[in-house]
């Protein structure tokens, strides 16, 4: 791959992995368009590395707060961490459980640009509704492990390409009433072990591969993919403790109609 290539990619993931746009969406557009090759597992896990790093640096309290709270836990002293971390683990189980299934029945059959397009625009409106008829009522410390599972069964439906794993999260937490900035706050730990599960199914699929260097070009992917998360993740923060989720409502419609037309218009 050119470094142009490696760089767009890179930043395009960047910046769409946690905003409820559908990162799937993009790269397929990009691929139709632009008729670049598929970027290939070395740098796949290089983005999904410097992503991963983008959450934890953000939401490194949290975390190292979880951390601490499940030490504590076991030595008979339960803290807040210990809960968050234990929600974050039951939301995890559907996509774990979802993600081995889809796996072995369907494997890659459900990546195409006809169901990325619909998936794109249809949860675009759900989320709209979502968004809108949610009440703002529950903070993060009110979430019980029932939210947790419901929110962990939208994120298994990420599966679908095009769906976008942040935006059905979200989604699923603004429907059970949780204010936006703690949607987006439990939707992003959420993406830890997701990413992190990802990440290292794809490492062993790397290290099996002849494909399997660090090169220059990996490393550039995971430093691009880091910065502009990290920077999409603040400015995502940053808006929804003022406004809601409209405008990733109306760019995902742009987007889905986009990608409809590419489909039906040929």
């Known amino acids: 791959m050119r470094l142009l290539h490696i760089v767009v990619i890179s930043l395009i993931q960047g910046i769409v ?10 790269l397929v557009l990009l691929k139709e368009l632009a008729g670049w090759p598929d970027h290939g597992l070395v740098i796949e896990v290089a983005v999904h590395v410097g992503t991963l790093g983008a959450v934890v640096v953000y939401f490194r309290r949290d975390l190292w707060a979880m951390v601490l709270g499940v030490v504590r836990a076991m030595r008979g002293r339960p ?6 971390a234990a929600l974050v683990a039951v939301g995890t189980i559907p996509v774990v459980v979802a993600g081995f299934a889809v796996d072995r029945m369907l494997g890659d059959s459900l990546r195409t640009l006809e169901i990325v397009a619909w998936t794109t625009f249809v949860f ?8 809108r008829r949610g009440m703002t009522v529950r903070r993060l410390e009110h979430v019980a492990y029932g939210d947790a599972i419901v929110i962990g069964l939208a994120q298994a439906l990420a599966l679908v390409p095009g769906t976008s794993r942040s ?34 199914l794809k490492s062993v699929e790397l290290a099996e591969s002849p494909d399997a260097q660090l090169t220059l070009a990996s490393i550039i992917a995971a430093a691009l993919a880091f910065a502009t998360a990290l920077i999409a993740i603040a400015g995502l923060m940053a808006w929804l403790r003022h406004a809601g989720f409209t405008p990733f409502v109306v760019y995902r419609l742009i987007l889905g109609a986009g990608l409809l037309v590419l489909v039906y218009g040929t």
């Open 17 to 26: 992995e946690f905003l409820p746009i559908s990162s799937w969406g993009h």
């Open 79 to 84: 803290e807040p961490g210990a809960r968050l």
């Open 124 to 131: 675009a409106i759900v989320l709209y509704v979502a968004d």
């Open 167 to 200: 935006g059905i999260t979200m989604t699923a937490a603004r429907m059970l009433g949780i204010e936006r900035p703690d949607a987006a706050r439990f939707s992003m730990l959420l993406a830890v072990p997701a990413i992190l599960g990802a990440g290292v």
